[in-house]
């Protein structure tokens, strides 16, 4: 099957030069997007990169720049109800989905680009935030990757346990009731960077980092979500609270946390790094949650030391 192209708004990704966007058609009929740049120069391979909640593939245009200078080429992806892909309710601003099973939907989707552009293997995992929780699943299920980096990975959502058990009651019955696309409640329909302002946010430290994002959604306004719907909450619940009963998957990792970490539940990705075979936990000092978009000197680390993971296991 030829890939159909989709839009790509490098003019604000600052991806690399030749990079390409494609829709692709989920076996369930959503349509999601994806993009894939440093085809051409890559000789080690392909990360394919698992973006977070509200997140969309031009803000990942800067990471495939820094893969494709260590010589990788770079798959992102708009999840279903995100980016420009399919969003599953009428109000383009909430975040929702309508049970994470259907991920795994997307991964797949993938999984068949990678065949069809015979992009180079092997393949590597980058998985940030809620692509932390979606890697995970899809390496429990197979993902065919040598090796995998996680960034601030949602294994867990950061909240003190009244607002957490506050949360499981109120999506629970806010699903069960029919009420599910409602706003989760203290979120906010516009999208984190133009909601609040750069002192004392919670992603990143560099201030050009912010203004970068915040640039891409102002210029580019339908990339944009705000709050998660309530039943996005409790689906992201019930899918952690699964994930901590699985074994790990024997797969070679690396997992960055920042000690400034305020959105994904730390404790718990100290719990599952604890009994990762081949895997290490990285803190990294005064990070936000946003890794890959700290100060310069953190991005060149990492991006040099997940791609020298990368090469160990590349078989």
């Known amino acids: 099957?030829?890939?159909?192209?989709?839009?790509?708004?490098?003019?604000?990704?600052?991806?690399?030069?030749?990079?390409?966007?494609?829709?692709?058609?989920?076996?369930?009929?959503?349509?999601?997007?994806?993009?894939?740049?440093?085809?051409?120069?890559?000789?080690?391979?392909?990360?394919?990169?698992?973006?977070?909640?509200?997140?969309y593939i031009e803000k990942y245009g800067h990471a495939a720049g820094e893969f494709a200078a260590r010589g990788y080429a770079?798959?992102?992806?708009?999840?279903?109800?995100?980016?420009?892909?399919?969003?599953?309710?009428?109000?383009?601003?909430?975040?929702?989905?309508?049970?994470?099973?259907?991920?795994?939907?997307?991964?797949?989707?993938?999984?068949?680009?990678?065949?069809?552009?015979?992009?180079?293997?092997?393949?590597?995992?980058?998985?940030?935030?809620?692509?932390?929780?979606?890697?995970?699943?899809a390496l429990i299920e197979g993902l065919p990757v040598t090796s995998a980096v996680f960034t601030g990975p949602m294994w867990g959502i950061a909240a003190p346990i009244p607002k957490r058990t506050m949360g499981w009651v109120a999506s629970t019955l806010a699903h069960n009731f029919g009420l599910g696309h409602v706003i989760t409640p203290g979120t906010v329909p516009e999208t984190y960077v133009l909601a609040n302002p750069f002192d004392d946010n919670m992603l990143t430290t560099d201030p050009r980092m912010f203004d970068y994002m915040k640039d891409q959604v102002t210029t580019y306004p339908d990339l944009a979500i705000g709050g998660p719907s309530l039943t996005w909450l409790n689906e992201a619940l019930r899918e952690c609270r699964a994930l901590r009963a699985h074994p790990t998957p024997d797969v070679p990792?690396?997992?960055?946390?920042?000690?400034?970490?305020?959105?994904?539940?730390?404790?718990?990705?100290?719990?599952?790094?604890?009994?990762?075979?081949?895997g290490e936990l990285i803190v990294i000092e005064g990070g936000e949650h946003e890794i890959t978009m700290e100060c310069e000197a953190t991005r060149a680390r990492v991006f040099d030391e997940a791609c020298a993971l990368y090469a160990a296991h590349a078989g």
């Open 253 to 278: 990792t690396r997992t960055y946390v920042g000690t400034n970490e305020r959105i994904v539940d730390v404790p718990n990705i100290h719990d599952r790094m604890s009994r990762w075979p081949n």
């Open 1 to 55: 099957m030829t890939p159909v192209p989709a839009p790509l708004h490098n003019d604000v990704a600052h991806g690399p030069d030749g990079g390409s966007a494609y829709w692709l058609t989920c076996d369930d009929g959503v349509r999601i997007r994806a993009a894939v740049w440093g085809v051409d120069a890559a000789k080690k391979g392909t990360v394919l990169l698992f973006p977070g909640r509200t997140e």
């Open 74 to 137: 770079c798959l992102v992806v708009d999840w279903r109800g995100q980016g420009l892909a399919d969003r599953l309710l009428d109000d383009r601003a909430l975040g929702h989905v309508g049970s994470f099973k259907h991920y795994q939907l997307d991964v797949a989707a993938v999984l068949a680009l990678v065949e069809e552009l015979a992009l180079p293997k092997p393949l590597s995992l980058l998985a940030h935030s809620m692509g932390g929780c979606i890697g995970l699943r």
